[in-house]
């Protein structure tokens, strides 16, 4: 999406461990919007786009593995990493969706590794990614008066693991300045609860 007259861009970096098992429980990072947002003086963004790049700045260029799990001899394998951007923290990462209320876009990343590496029997390596970002589930653009939350879950990536690294999560929202008005907020108090 293109930058328009009115809007902002901004930017931020977020770092997360990955455990021995290629996991890392659900964690949070929060934006502060709170110099372009107050709902005493009718101020909100209209979150219009959100980009999310995984890094891992101790590797090669700084690119983050593509192989996230390490193949087992006669054992099927796979891992997950799932971004999300939301205005509300979820317990857990399994309740987070496109149509989970307050959750503004979703990146999820996944691999998967079948048969044996050791004799090339039916050894496949399967990567999807999927992004369901602002512009398919927010076209207009998601309003927002409050600090913005990101969260992070890895579940089995042990190929990530072996690194012993710290990884990172750049994150770049376009946002455009508005007005809130009573029927803006009654409209968020809306989707908040709709399920």
């Known amino acids: ?17 990955i455990d021995a098992n290629g996991d890392t429980a659900l964690v949070y990072g929060r934006i502060d919007l709170s110099d372009y947002v107050s709902i005493v003086e009718n101020k909100g963004l209209a979150i219009k786009e959100i980009r999310f790049q995984l890094r891992a700045p101790t590797l090669p260029n700084g690119q983050f593995p593509l192989n996230m799990v390490a193949a087992q001899p006669g054992a099927d394998v796979e891992g997950a990493v799932k971004v999300f951007a939301s205005v509300t923290a979820y317990e857990l990462v399994s309740d987070i969706g496109i149509a989970s209320p307050n959750v503004i876009c979703v990146y999820e990343r996944q691999q998967t590794i079948t048969g044996s590496p050791a004799t090339g029997s ?14 398919d589930l927010h076209p207009e653009g998601y309003d927002v008066v409050t600090d913005l ?12 693991a072996a690194a012993a690294i710290t990884c990172e999560l750049d994150v770049m929202l376009i946002a455009e300045p508005k007005k809130i008005t009573q029927k803006d907020l009654t409209q968020m108090l809306t989707q908040a609860q709709d399920l």
């Open 122 to 135: 039916g050894y496949m390596i399967n990567h999807s990614e999927d992004f369901f970002g602002t512009p």
């Open 1 to 17: 999406m293109a930058k328009g007259a009115n809007d902002i861009i901004l930017r931020d970096r977020l770092q997360f461990d």
């Open 149 to 160: 939350l990101i969260g992070i879950a890895l579940n089995d990536c042990d190929g990530l």
